[in-house]
């Protein structure tokens, strides 16, 4: 019986010393992505990408890490050493634009990531 008890007894301590570890990052968190690049490249401004088709994003950014199609848009991520460009397709043309830093934090300055991707571009 003493040795049940001290079963038990160790059991409830050590069960004490679990703890559930929080995420490092989330992507539904308000906070501010960081930018920095050790080849940052020119700011493209997220206006001068919109109306580009793939051709033309493909001589800007390189090739695409990802090309996903959801029904009607398309999604085309581009990367860098220190973000991550989102560009937004419909119709064959770029509507949209956004990043995020190495993190999954979203970037405030979208053109940054963008000069950086374009300077970093991927054969």
Known sequence: MKSALSLAAAALLLGGCVSESTPQYSLSSNEQGIFH???AGRPIPVGRIKGMDEQQLRATF???ALDRKDAATRVLRYQSDACSLFVYLSNDRAEY??????KLRRLLNTDQCAGSVA???RA
């Open 62 to 64: 390189g090739m695409p």
């Open 119 to 121: 300077a970093q571009r």
């Open 37 to 39: 690049s050790a080849n």
């Open 97 to 102: 634009a956004d990043a995020y830093d190495l």
